[in-house]
């Protein structure tokens, strides 16, 4: 039971001599009940990876399976749920509760808008007040976290996220956040991002991708120990998160990396053998 | 799925053809036009398909690019072929009969002319999309039209219409592209059940592309008007597009040449 990919690749535009190598030799393994986070600088490849993992394009090399199946097989449709970038820029329905219900109206399964205000709760949005009212009132944060609910709406034992933060004030980023972790509770995630501080602390697994190749991969405590490869994918860990590995390099004892500030300073006090 | 895009988009090669001002080659579209219906045989005919399979190699845009939009008329090629071509019970039979429809000799040779203007036509009015930047089309357009502002057409008006209309054509398509992708993603099926069904399956398409259009334009307006855009009167160019001595030799040739074309043959 997991979402498996090994070896992928992918090159834009194959055959017509431009050619774009998008990714090369990608391996993956997300488990319900994990998060994924798939970071990389922009042009990296992760977005090629979501559609191949959702099966919204062909491998070209390597294989993606989905509990054992191909994902665009008859018998993994619904299986594999996706949010795209700017999700809100898809809304259609009249009211917010009708749009989530889009999702289990096409497939068929359970009554749609009892399923549909179950996945607003679950983004934190009151069903009562939010589901009646027009999408296109919401603001930055909640119109996100509504259309992400579409995709919960799936119930799909995998669920893949563009970009779910990209543009969002940092209390609709928080409240976003903490409705993709929670989710962790019926599925496996995967987040794909170029700014991936906010969800290190809670991931499972990292995948970082440098133009296209995987540059690290492995668990957040793995990470930690080879910080450097991570950050050869172009981006940097939360300055917290290096001063206490800067500190570990140089001979510190710190047992466990804190993403809080408060975490930090307890970690590297004790290291220096202050209590306070 | 692919939303289609239009044939006739620009092919960015150097030739001979791009080179020339587009104004020039509106004015060769006009003449190849009235050259096309002018002939009134299957030689003149021979002579345009001459000069247009003469114009694609010179301009160097791919073969199959060239006559993709043949392809987009083909049931009008059919129905021009078939209308022309075919009689209910006809007195004398003059060529085949299958039942009580025959297909008629003369008929079939008139249906062949006019498919074969058709096509022409198309092959070869193409060649300016082909070879002309949506750019520089809309400034030569607007040229040509400034004289039409003695009666009051606003002509810059139109030609800046036209250039945002043609410059968010790839736009919207890719943006269509990307919601039908995504509502395929929550289960949606645009490929099944009849016409009504399908047709209503583009409505979670149709609206957000629409709302996101009408926000575009807004940010558009408002940024225009930031870089203080009032319309067409007062404006210059940067690269002013000038009618060089080649433009004008090569329109008065040709022209002269597809009009003779025309009245001889």
């Known amino acids: 039971m997991a979402l498996i990919a090994r070896g992928l690749g992918y090159i834009y535009g194959q055959g017509t001599g431009f050619g774009i190598d998008a990714l090369r030799g990608v391996d993956v393994d997300l488990s319900p009940g994990e998060l994924l986070v798939i970071a990389g600088a922009t042009g990296s490849g992760k977005s090629t990876l979501l559609r191949l993992l959702a099966g919204l394009l062909r491998p070209l090399a390597g294989s993606v399976t989905v509990d054992g199946a191909a994902p665009d097989a008859r018998s993994a449709r619904g299986r594999v749920a996706i949010v795209f970038q700017n999700p809100e820029s898809q809304f259609f329905a009249e009211t917010v509760l009708a749009d989530v219900a889009f999702g289990p109206r096409n497939l068929g399964a359970g009554d749609p808008d009892v399923v549909a205000a179950g996945a607003l709760a679950a983004v934190g949005l009151d069903p009562d007040t939010f589901g009646g009212r027009s999408p296109l009132t919401l603001s930055g944060g909640e119109a996100r976290r509504a259309a992400i609910a579409g995709a919960l709406a799936m119930r799909a034992p995998y669920l893949l996220l563009d970009e779910p933060t990209a543009g969002l004030d940092s209390r609709g980023r928080r409240d976003v956040i903490a409705a993709i972790t929670a989710e962790r509770a019926r599925a496996g995630v995967a987040v794909v991002t170029h700014d991936p501080d906010e969800f290190l602390g809670h991931a499972d697994h990292v995948l970082a991708l440098r133009e296209g190749a995987p540059v690290f991969g492995g668990s957040v405590a793995a990470l930690f120990d080879a910080f450097r490869e991570y950050e050869s994918s172009g981006l940097r860990l939360p300055e917290v998160v290096r001063a206490q590995l800067l500190a570990r390099e140089r001979g510190a004892r710190i047992p466990a990396i804190g993403f809080e500030p408060r975490e930090a300073a307890r970690a590297l006090m004790a290291a220096r053998g202050d209590r306070r | ?265």
């Open chain 2, 1 to 265: 799925m692919r939303v289609p895009v239009a044939f006739g988009q620009y092919v960015p090669v150097e030739s001979p053809i791009h080179a020339l001002d587009a104004k020039t080659k509106m004015g060769l579209v006009a003449a190849f036009t009235a050259g096309v219906f002018m002939v009134d045989g299957f030689t003149g005919l021979a002579v345009m398909a001459l000069v247009v399979v003469a114009a694609v190699v010179v301009s160097r845009v791919p073969w199959r690019i060239a006559v993709r939009g043949v392809r987009a008329l083909s049931f009008i090629l059919a129905f021009t072929l078939l209308a022309h071509g075919l009689r209910w019970n006809p007195a004398t039979v003059t060529l085949v009969r299958l039942g009580p429809l025959a297909v008629d000799g003369p008929g079939l040779v008139t249906g062949v002319f006019f498919a074969a203007r058709i096509m022409l036509l198309v092959v070869g009015t193409s060649l300016l999309t082909l070879t002309t930047t949506p750019v520089q089309l809309t400034d030569g357009l607007e040229r040509v039209m400034r004289p039409l502002e003695v009666v009051r057409f606003p002509a810059g008006e139109v030609a800046m219409m036209l250039t945002i209309a043609l410059r968010f054509i790839p736009t919207t398509a890719a943006e269509a592209e990307k919601i039908v992708i995504a509502q395929t993603a929550r289960g949606a099926r645009f490929d099944e059940g009849g016409p009504i069904r399908r047709a209503r399956a583009f409505v979670p398409v149709l609206v957000p592309l629409f709302i996101n259009l009408f926000r575009r334009a807004e940010d558009l307006a408002l940024a225009m008007e930031s870089r203080c855009y009032r319309g067409g009167r007062g404006r210059t160019r940067l690269n002013a597009s000038v009618m060089r001595p080649a433009d004008w030799m090569t329109l008065t040739l040709a022209t002269a040449f597809m009009i003779a074309v025309g009245v001889a043959l």
